[in-house]
């Protein structure tokens, strides 16, 4: 559920048209709406309740340092994946004993500034990671925390193989055959602890099965490591949990939560839990306008002012945004976000962006009520690896970010300059 929705043919962010918003910060622009990464965060908590989790949000998903605090001061924690993405979680205020640090290559200095930041958890990828951690922790008289990523062997075959991590031959964690090895190598190490597990299968996941195969898995890891006297005493599952890029297509946090509280019930393991898009991927839409309509053999293009460089998505996992004009006749206000969708009068488009390669498509083949050139155009869910992700490949500046709080909109982020793109190259020094 978001708070993007039709008022009188006009696409509304929560009280505030989306046109309203082009037409005071320009096309194309990254739109979020703030209620409704609340209202994602807080039916986390709720359905997850029994069991009193640390949620750290994936900052990697969307990552504006003004969304980062707003769930910082929700109370959650966060999901790092490099020293900047600390830097961001130290700088939102976030409790910092609750971030999480995974990635398989960690740098000396990322690992040192988050040790001196207290951080919650390094995610630990591999023996030699591990080793490093622990020697810098000593050399800096600290002690970290260390969960082991173990690789539980199970995916979703829906989740597209570039976002699939579950599997043996990923380059993320340790086989869980070997992680009782590990566990004998390092499992009483002083500098670092070794005292959790964290799993991370892949994302996005359409159903609760693999992560109950998965958590299953860890638990006999758990049970066998504890037996042989070691402390397991926190397990981290990782994020992954599906956004409606499609209506009625992805599970509740219920759903999940129904499957997976009672594997933990009574298991006497902290729980932690790492949501990127199930908080942000709906709490946000790429809003832009059509340029031009052209004909191509039996195609109509309709090109826009946006493309990969700002929404990569489409072309690099062949994911599916639904994308749909900001002002619509009463006929076409859209019942639902799908794939087909059955109006009268609708007209196939492939919607393509200005960048000068082919796979700068966004959308193939989509009926969509008739275009022509200035008219708006959203593609929804795109609050999860949108901003984050885009680029300025060909010289093209990255939108703004606007936060919508109800008749309230705030740039948290102002669009690109040219000199901004130029900035860094103007002066040359000797090396
Ligand atoms: N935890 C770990 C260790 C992760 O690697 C990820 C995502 C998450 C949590 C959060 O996953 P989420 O809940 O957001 O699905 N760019 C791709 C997704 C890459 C995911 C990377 N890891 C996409 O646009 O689909």
């Known amino acids: 559920m978001d708070f993007f929705q039709y008022r009188d043919g006009q696409l509304f962010c929560e009280d505030v048209a989306v046109d309203d918003i082009m037409a005071k910060v320009g096309s194309p622009v990254y739109i979020y709406s703030k209620a409704t990464f609340e209202r994602h965060y807080d039916a986390l908590v709720e359905a997850f309740a029994e069991l009193d989790p640390i949620i750290c949000y994936s900052i990697k998903s969307c990552g504006n340092l003004n969304i980062v605090k707003l769930l910082a001061d929700r109370g959650s924690g966060m999901d790092a994946v490099s020293g900047g993405e600390v830097y961001r979680a130290q700088l939102a205020g976030a409790d910092m004993s609750k971030v999480v640090y995974a990635g398989v290559g960690k740098t000396d200095p990322e690992i040192e500034a988050s040790i001196e930041a207290g951080i919650g958890w390094f995610n630990i990828e591999s023996e030699a990671e591990f080793e490093n951690i622990a020697a810098i922790a000593e050399h800096m008289g600290k002690t970290a925390n260390g969960a082991l990523r173990v690789n539980p062997d199970v995916y979703d075959a829906k989740t597209h193989a570039k976002t699939t991590t579950g599997k043996k031959e990923t380059k993320f964690g340790v086989d869980i055959e070997r992680a009782k090895r590990f566990f004998q190598s390092y499992g009483h190490n002083k500098h670092c602890r070794l005292t959790a597990i964290h799993l991370h299968i892949g994302s996005p996941i359409y159903s609760p099965d693999p992560y109950v195969q998965a958590i299953t898995k860890a638990l006999e890891l758990i049970d066998g490591l504890r037996a042989e006297g070691y402390t397991v005493d926190t397990i981290d599952i990782g994020g992954g949990y599906a956004a409606d890029y499609e209506s009625g297509k992805s599970p509740a946090y219920t759903a999940y939560a129904e499957a997976i509280v009672p594997l933990l019930r009574g298991k006497d393991l902290q729980l932690i839990i790492e949501p990127g898009r199930t908080i942000s991927g709906n709490a946000g839409v790429l809003a832009c306008k059509v340029s031009y309509i052209k004909t191509g053999g039996s195609k109509t293009f309709a090109i826009v002012d946006t493309g990969m460089h700002h929404l990569i998505r489409p072309s690099f996992y062949e994911g599916f945004h639904f994308a749909w004009p900001t002002k619509v006749s009463a006929e076409h206000v859209p019942d639902k976000r799908a794939k087909e969708m059955d109006l009268p009068g609708l007209k196939t488009y492939d919607v393509v962006g200005p960048i000068c390669e082919t796979s700068d498509t966004l959308a193939h083949g989509r ?33 703004p970010e606007i936060l919508v709080d109800g008749a309230n909109a705030t740039v948290i982020r102002r669009r690109e300059t040219y000199d901004d793109l130029v900035e860094q190259e103007r002066e040359v020094t000797a090396v």
């Open 367 to 399: 009926a969509l009520p008739p275009l022509k050139r200035g008219v708006g155009l959203c593609f929804f869910t795109a609050g999860a690896y949108g901003m984050v992700m885009a680029s300025n490949y060909n010289t093209m500046q990255r939108p």
